[in-house]
């Protein structure tokens, strides 16, 4: 692929991933949150979730709390339910979105709403500044139909999520680390660059065929299941190869503060981390 572009994002390194299990033991391929990649500030985790066999997933996501920082859930395939303490309940379908700030705690579950078929989608964990980390719990929660698509002249498409691109604007909203979140289709030699907020950290996800992505002089290849974290720049460059491709890219605000987490709470300090064990047993959320 040509482009004229000279402040292009490279590859930083790309990454597989690794088999993991969560919750009550559905099986997921976990990319960020692993040790190749335990983070990239802002981002603390990226779990995807893909299997036709209800053994995989239908235990789902019991009770369990959150603080310190936001669940992001998109589901490609499958119905899930959510419900927490407050009283909250949602039903996600395909092509659905919930931004869940935790804040200063949240008790919720996420529950598988089928016995059988495809169950697909992400998780992504996205830190919050030490400002926001005690703030009130709030949802943000879309139908896919809620969620702009930009068609594009080589006949793929531009979901946007969080952000903006070629004037469609994604619903998710006053989210500190100012995201962007694409899910984009590409069909076989399509090519697309995509504008990002050039102090942004970001990456590309690849879950069906694989991409070039331009990376200096050359072209790289990044292959379904992988990640591609790049570096710091204007925009990315990136182009199908025989088979249709489609692949996440997101970026945020790095917050550069220090991290503390232990399981389902993410602080700045162990101390805080272990206040927050003690007011979960406590009743204090």
């Given at each position: 692929?040509?482009?004229?572009?000279?402040?292009?994002?490279r590859?930083?390194?790309?990454?597989?991933?690794?088999?993991?299990?969560?919750?009550?033991?559905?099986?997921?391929n976990?990319?960020?949150?692993?040790?190749?990649?335990?983070m990239?500030?802002?981002?603390?985790?990226?779990?995807e979730?893909?299997?036709?066999?209800?053994?995989?997933?239908?235990?789902?996501?019991?009770?369990?709390?959150h603080?310190?920082?936001?669940?992001?859930?998109?589901?490609?395939?499958?119905?899930?339910?959510?419900?927490?303490?407050?009283?909250?309940?949602?039903?996600m379908?395909?092509?659905?979105?919930?931004?869940?700030?935790?804040?200063?705690?949240?008790?919720?579950s996420?529950m598988?709403?089928?016995?059988?078929?495809?169950?697909?989608?992400?998780?992504?964990?996205?830190?919050l500044?030490?400002?926001?980390?005690m703030?009130?719990?709030?949802?943000?929660?879309?139908?896919?139909?809620q969620?702009?698509?930009?068609?594009l002249?080589?006949?793929?498409?531009?979901k946007?999520?969080?952000?903006?691109?070629?004037?469609?604007?994604?619903?998710?909203?006053?989210?500190?680390?100012?995201?962007?979140?694409?899910?984009v289709?590409?069909?076989?030699?399509?090519?697309?660059?995509l504008?990002?907020?050039?102090?942004?950290?970001?990456?590309?996800?690849?879950?069906?065929?694989?991409?070039?992505?331009?990376?200096?002089?050359?072209?790289?290849?990044?292959?379904?299941?992988?990640?591609?974290?790049?570096?710091?720049?204007?925009?990315?460059?990136?182009?199908?190869?025989?088979?249709?491709?489609?692949?996440?890219?997101?970026?945020?605000k790095?917050?550069?503060?220090?991290?503390?987490?232990?399981?389902p709470?993410?602080?700045?300090?162990?101390?805080?981390?272990?206040?927050?064990?003690?007011?979960y047993?406590?009743g204090?959320?």
């Open positions: 692929m040509t482009t004229t572009r000279t402040d292009l994002r590859i930083a390194r790309v990454v597989h991933g690794m088999a993991a299990s969560d919750g009550a033991g559905v099986k997921l976990r990319v960020i949150g692993s040790q190749d990649l335990p990239l500030d802002p981002f603390l985790m990226l779990d979730f893909r299997s036709d066999d209800p053994g995989d997933y239908i235990a789902g996501f019991p009770e369990h709390p603080r310190g920082f936001e669940t992001v859930t998109y589901m490609l395939a499958g119905h899930m339910q959510h419900g927490d303490h407050l009283g909250n309940k949602g039903d379908g395909p092509g659905s979105v919930q931004w869940m700030t935790a804040g200063r705690g949240i008790i919720h996420e598988p709403q089928q016995e059988n078929g495809l169950m697909w989608g992400f998780q992504l964990w996205v830190n500044p030490a400002r926001d980390k703030s009130a719990p709030r949802y943000q929660e879309y139908a896919a139909e969620m702009p698509v930009v068609a002249d080589n006949g793929g498409s531009v946007v999520i969080a952000g903006e691109f070629a004037g469609a604007v994604g619903p998710i909203n006053g989210v500190a680390t100012e995201p962007v979140y694409y899910d289709t590409l069909p076989a030699g399509g090519v697309l660059t504008d990002l907020p050039a102090e942004h950290h970001a990456f590309v996800y690849v879950f069906q065929n694989d991409l070039n992505i331009v990376d200096g002089p050359k072209e790289r290849t990044v292959k379904r299941g992988e990640l591609a974290a790049l570096t710091q720049g204007g925009a990315l460059a990136v182009g199908a190869l025989a088979g249709e491709a489609r692949f996440i890219v997101v970026a945020g790095p917050l550069r503060e220090p991290v503390a987490r232990y399981g709470f993410v602080m700045n300090t162990a101390e805080e981390v272990q206040q927050a064990f003690i007011d047993q406590q204090k959320f």
